[in-house]
């Protein structure tokens, strides 16, 4: 194989969307138990960007191949 035939075969291994689902799915896990814990302000006020910002990752990961 040539070079760049290497180099997709490489980021493919790194754009497969199991991993990437399950850190996506993980956030907005994390971001809603930010959301209703009672200990700190901050994690709160964090919490609906994290929610945010696992949704949009899962639906760019969504479109990856399997």
Known sequence: MNAPANRLIGM??????????????????????????PLSIDLYSYSFVTILAGTIGYVVVSHFPE
Not at 12 to 37: D, K, N, S, Y
């Open 12 to 37: 493919a291994r790194w754009f497969r969307r199991g991993p990437w689902e399950t850190t996506a799915m993980g956030l907005i896990a994390g971001g809603i138990i930010m959301l209703v814990q």
